[in-house]
């Protein structure tokens, strides 16, 4: 975990338009998820430059009757703060770590471990590792992480032979919500 990639990046979540429109009005707050197949963990999910995905999420959701009726992007502006960034070696090397004591723990409980899949976003697997990263902050009395960030390769190859996917992304759970600095509205994707 570090603070040494670009503090400020642009983040856009995918939502639904009502629920949106009232986080931008200040009469709501962007909710973070906590379902135990997240690929980053708990937290209030973004893709990093990418509203064109976000709203290919949220059609997504809106079509698995998932609470999205009318797909919708906001936008954030999001400080990293301490960041679990998994493009980095070094966090990597935390994430195998934290895999290791959650393995010793189910073994010792008789537990079997959670397992990833069938579908791609259901990533349970990932998000036991990732929650006991964070337990083990907790623990040692380490500065919390704020954000988690990860590269995506998802979908179908974007041509014959290619190792390129057409849903490739880099994605943010804010775990802190004082990293989201500024909340704006985004020129809704299909609309120019």
Not at 107 to 131: K, T, Y
Not at 153 to 175: D, L, N
């Amino acid at each position: 975990m570090h603070r040494l990639s670009t503090s400020f990046v642009f983040g856009y979540h995918g939502c639904d338009r009502k629920v949106g429109e009232r986080i931008l009005a200040g009469q709501a707050d962007l909710q973070p998820s906590e379902n135990d197949y997240d690929w980053l963990g708990p937290g209030v999910y973004f893709w990093e430059a990418n509203p064109e995905r976000a709203y290919q999420f949220a059609v997504e959701k809106s079509k698995r009757k998932q609470g999205i009726v009318e797909p919708y992007v906001l936008g954030a502006v999001i400080d990293l703060g301490y960041c679990l960034d998994l493009t980095t070696k070094d966090s990597l090397d935390d994430l195998r770590d934290a895999h290791q004591s959650l393995m010793a723990s189910l073994q010792s409980d008789g537990a079997a471990p959670p397992r990833n899949g069938p579908q791609p976003w259901m990533r349970f697997l990932d998000c036991a590792v990732i929650r006991r990263f964070h337990a083990i902050l907790e623990d040692s009395n380490s500065p919390a992480a704020d954000t988690v960030r990860g590269i995506f390769q998802e979908g179908a190859p974007i041509y014959f032979g290619s190792a390129f996917r057409e849903k490739t992304h880099i994605q943010i759970a804010v775990v802190n919500a004082d990293c989201i600095k500024a909340k704006f509205r985004v020129t809704q994707p299909g609309t120019d």
